[in-house]
């Protein structure tokens, strides 16, 4: 149990004016331009090359290569945060992971610092090095080619390629992970280093091959470890070097205490709340060396941190305006790498960052209230800084933390506009517990990228290992097997002819055959490309600050971690159970339509003034998900269901389960804008509702809203869920406070997981859509994490723009104004 | 437009697109491509591409460079049958050839000229957006793809403004 010592927990007396410095990064951080680093590819190329041991295990190969490189990276001091370290040699650097996709960026290495939209800077001699020396090596060697080679071109390879029905993402990472900070704060790298020495040391006379490759492991552990460490001397040396050339005295000052801290952490214990905070970033900084940063979250920051705090400040060493200044120093180090992304790609993930996530307050082991003066100067600093990354999450348990806090985190998000996101404890440990998790470890769950669980530094749960577009099996049900978009191509089974089926129950074997048949696809290739991820890509570095593969002599990426799991997210989910819905309602209930006649509409994207007739009526007169109406609850609880049984059913290349989740990034617009028609009333094109969002317009009564979304949560939603809210604001910030703490509440206590919010109006996004320039800052939530949204494509800013808006007083949709 | 059927980097190869280049004019090259981003003529795009492609390796030291090293085999396809073209990459030579080829290491089937040119090389190329719509569908290692995309894209920008 934790107790609050704060007068005020809004700490309202601390702003940007009194802290000055933040003020100043903020600034600076808005006014970076990206750039794209190219020193990873470079020295890893470069070992690769000239240094790799093919006769190394994989892990030491590993091991090696990030080493070589982070003996070499470059220690940059870009402005006056008190932490060292960055993750690129730019000050807002998009890093190149050519194991993956970096080599997109080929065919724009002349054009991306200039394109239009979201440029990132590359000079001429980075390019011409990409060009000539970097990419040639990786053409074969990248996960999806050595899959591609490995499984020699197999089907559900060329199916992701097709890129309309699922979304292999370990062709472009695993990422997605929080590490266990706590023990390596406590032991420092040269303990944990002593340690995997030592189990080595026992292995030594071992002739057992499994005792050999957990002897290699331990090895691969001490080089990764090493290297990290040596990067945090680089450190120090350049801080002490510009501490001697500055003619800055204050400066200079600052400088050789960043030194002095760089030599005693992260290689050793952690002291004071500063070296924490600085030795947790340096081993983010060693992470991100390694594997891409995809949601690497740093995760519950304001329990780990806490025990530096509280003694700092019992001791005298630290204020609470040095605590926020510090804190909100690591939240813009957080933020300084964004994703590489090639203009093709704009399409499906325009605006997005790295969305490395915290979470904060909660639960604590033992189930009572977490909550601690940390977690509101977390909140306070976020609030300060209002910036796309980190994506700080809030947990709340309604019966353990004080109703008081959640006030806070109401208050937190009307400020913003749109953050924090907030999280059931009840209903996550539940969910996590159904997975096998202990009670313990489940409570101590924490956020990983947009919404994803885990127990911190226990579970590796490769959560966005598979991204299911549901509107392609619906449309293979409905076409026997094919889309329109993929033409005559016999796609999965063939299946009966709808118009032959004799009711709804038929249909949803269909339906059910295809989506089965597709899933086995995406898990197939998942399958594959682990595979290809032991051999290419295992974790040494990351693995030692996890909690299991230090005991099993195992890395993350050979089921090393206590919990081993891969997520499977799905787009359209909303969509598609509407149009089960509509099929369920006109064609065997109602008999207004025969299927024959729902299918030639859906063909032909209802045209003309019968077909508009038609659409009208789908869209209008059919039960819709996000109501009350039984057809629409019945259809989405068979969905969910199903979809877990049938994860649950396969087991990953690590041993563990599939676990289903419902979040969309951005996918819901890019994969919504090249689909068809569907039976709901939605016209070609369209972009798809996001995450577990009722679509736009469909469910006019908020109150009715969130409990049919929130009956679907608990065991069945393991991976958790984004739900999208827009809120109208209102000029009584306090009166619209209690409202939405009131709202929150009755969600979770109706089982709502997660919902995320937007306090916005149409009118305001219409006019930031026209006007971008006028809205410079304006962060939105998407659908698991932020965006800024100016950045983001046309598609997603009109979807963001007609999400359904609620007044939070009465809990009436407000109506949409006609778009021009 | 007819394909050049022949290695570059011989002497004959050399002395022939010398010819062509005298014959047409530098100009005239630069031009057909140039046209090319105009929708009528989008339907050879390819061929236009490829000859300046050929010739450029020959002209241009930098451009050049790209294939010191390189080792690619491409297949184009229309998807009505009519275009079937090869492209190989090897010993710093480039190679046009119509007709199927052995063990390309991609093959790029494309719906027409225009869907091709907005696939490689327009000014606001979209080779997702192609993909995704089914304009453009591929079989192999992207990667020799993204390759030929810098290739083209190269030309683009190489092209001289009129006047």
Redesign the interface.
């Given at each position: 149990m934790t107790s609050i010592t704060l007068d005020d927990i809004g700490l309202k007396d601390f702003t940007l004016q009194t802290l000055p410095r933040l003020k100043e990064l903020r600034s600076q951080y808005f006014s970076r331009r990206p750039e794209i680093c190219i020193e990873r590819a470079r020295y890893i190329t470069k070992y690769l090359r000239y240094h790799d041991n093919a006769s190394d295990s994989p892990e030491i190969r590993q091991a090696k290569k990030v080493s070589y490189f982070l003996h070499r990276k470059s220690a940059q001091f870009h402005d006056r945060n008190l932490i060292a370290g960055s993750t690129t040699s730019k000050a807002l650097g998009a890093p190149l992971f050519p194991e993956f996709f970096a080599?997109?960026?080929?065919?724009?290495?002349?054009?991306v610092s200039d394109r239009?939209k979201n440029p990132q800077k590359l000079t001429h001699e980075e390019a011409t090095e990409l060009?000539?020396d970097i990419?040639?090596f990786?053409?074969?060697k990248?996960v999806?080619?050595l899959t591609?080679t490995r499984f020699s071109?197999p089907k559900c390879l060329?199916l992701f390629?097709?890129?309309?029905f699922f979304i292999a993402a370990k062709a472009g990472c695993i990422s997605h992970a929080v590490p266990a900070y706590s023990f390596m704060l406590e032991h420092g790298l040269s303990g944990m280093i002593a340690m995997a020495a030592e189990r080595e040391e026992a292995l030594a006379a071992a002739t057992d091959k499994k005792e050999r490759q957990q002897a290699d492991f331990f090895r691969a552990v001490q080089i990764s470890l090493q290297g990290i460490i040596a990067h945090a001397t680089q450190l120090a040396d350049e801080a002490e070097h510009l501490a001697r050339v500055t003619n800055n005295s204050e400066d200079a000052a600052e400088l050789i205490e960043m030194a002095a801290i760089c030599r005693r952490v992260p290689a050793g214990p952690a002291t004071t709340f500063r070296e924490a905070i600085n030795a947790i970033w340096i081993c983010q900084v060693g992470i991100h060396a390694e594997n891409i940063n995809m949601a690497m979250s740093p995760g519950r920051l304001d329990q780990i941190l806490y025990p530096y705090y509280r003694r700092d400040i019992a001791e005298g060493r630290l204020d609470i305006a040095r605590a926020i200044e510090l804190t909100g120093c690591l939240w813009l180090k957080i933020a300084d790498n964004v994703t590489m992304v090639?203009?093709?790609?704009e399409?499906?993930f325009g605006g997005a960052g790295t969305v490395p996530a915290i979470t904060i307050g909660g639960v604590d082991a033992n189930g009572e209230d977490a909550v601690n003066d940390l977690t509101y100067i977390m909140l306070r600093v976020t609030e300060l800084l209002t910036i796309r990354d980190p994506n700080v999450n809030a947990r709340y348990d309604y019966e353990k933390n004080s109703s008081a806090y959640c006030r806070r985190l109401a208050e937190a998000t009307l400020n913003t506009k749109s953050v924090p996101a907030f999280f059931n404890d009840k209903a996550n440990i539940t969910a996590l517990t159904g997975q096998g998790e202990t009670l313990e470890h489940a409570r101590d769950y924490a956020v990983i990228g947009c919404v994803e669980l885990a127990s911190s530094g226990r579970d590796y749960p490769a959560s966005s290992s598979i991204m299911m577009n549901l509107a392609a099996p619906l449309e293979m049900a409905l076409f026997q097997g094919k889309r329109p978009?993929?033409?005559e191509e016999q796609i999965g089974p063939v299946t009966p002819d709808p118009s032959e089926l004799a009711s709804f129950e038929d249909f949803w074997q269909v339906f059910k055959t295809q989506l089965d048949w597709l899933i086995e696809q995406a898990i197939q290739l998942n399958d594959y490309m682990g595979a290809v991820h032991q051999e290419m890509m295992p974790s040494p570095l990351l693995s030692a600050l996890f909690i299991g593969p230090m005991d099993k002599g195992k890395d993350l990426i050979q089921g090393g971690a206590l919990y081993n799991s891969s997520g499977a997210t799905h787009i359209a989910f909303a969509d598609v159970v509407d149009s089960l819905n509509a099929i369920e309602q006109t064609v065997f209930v109602e008999k207004k339509y025969t299927f024959n006649d729902l299918l030639e509409q859906v063909r032909n994207n209802f045209s003309g003034l019968e077909g508009e007739k038609v659409r009208l009526y789908l869209q209008n007169h059919t039960p819709k998900y996000g109501t009350e109406a039984p057809i629409a609850r019945k259809n989405s609880r068979n969905l969910v269901q199903h979809l877990f049984n049938l994860y649950q059913s396969h087991t990953n290349y690590r041993g563990g389960p599939y676990r289903p989740s419902y979040w969309t990034m951005t996918n819901h617009a890019?994969l919504g804008?090249?689909s068809g028609a569907l039976p709901h009333g939605r016209k070609a094109g369209k972009v798809f509702s996001s995450g577990m969002t009722p679509v736009s317009g469909a469910a006019p009564e908020l109150t009715a809203c969130l409990n049919a979304v929130a009956e679907l949560g608990g065991e069945l939603v393991p991976g958790c869920w984004a739900l999208n809210i827009k809120y109208t604001p209102e000029a009584d910030v306090t009166t619209m406070s209690e409202y939405f703490a009131q709202t929150i509440e009755a969600y979770f206590r109706a089982g709502g997981q997660q919902v995320q919010f937007n306090i916005m109006t149409y009118k305001m996004l219409l006019d930031a859509k026209k006007h971008p320039e006028n809205y410079p800052e304006l962060m939105v939530r998407v659908s698991g994490y932020s965006a800024y949204f100016k950045d983001l494509n046309e598609m997603m800013k009109d979807e963001l723009i007609t999400r359904t808006q609620y007044g939070l007083t009465d809990g009436q949709a407000v109506p949409l104004p006609p778009l021009q | 437009m007819v394909f050049l059927c022949k290695e570059l980097h011989t002497m004959k190869g050399q002395e022939e697109m010398f010819d062509i280049i005298s014959t047409k004019g530098r100009e005239e090259v630069w031009s057909d491509f140039r046209n090319c981003f105009d929708s009528e003529l989008a339907e050879e795009f390819l061929q236009s591409l490829l000859t300046l492609m050929q010739i450029m390796f020959v002209l241009n030291h930098q451009y050049r460079r790209n294939i010191n090293k390189f080792n690619g085999r491409y297949q184009f396809r229309s998807e009505d049958g009519e275009v079937t073209i090869g492209v190989c990459f090897a010993n710093k030579r480039m190679k046009v050839v119509e007709g199927i080829i052995d063990n390309p290491h991609i093959t790029i089937t494309f719906r027409n000229g225009r869907t091709l040119l907005d696939f490689i090389i327009s000014p606001r190329q979209d080779i997702l957006g192609s993909m995704l719509k089914h304009d453009v569908r591929t079989e192999g290692n992207l990667n020799y793809l993204y390759k030929f995309g810098f290739m083209a894209k190269q030309l683009q920008l190489m092209i001289p403004q009129p006047g």
């Open positions: 080599l997109t960026l080929w065919p724009e290495l002349e054009t239009k060009n000539l990419f040639p990786w053409m074969d990248n999806l080619e591609r071109n060329q390629e097709n890129l309309v090639p203009e093709a790609s399409e499906l978009i993929t033409g890019g804008g090249i | -």
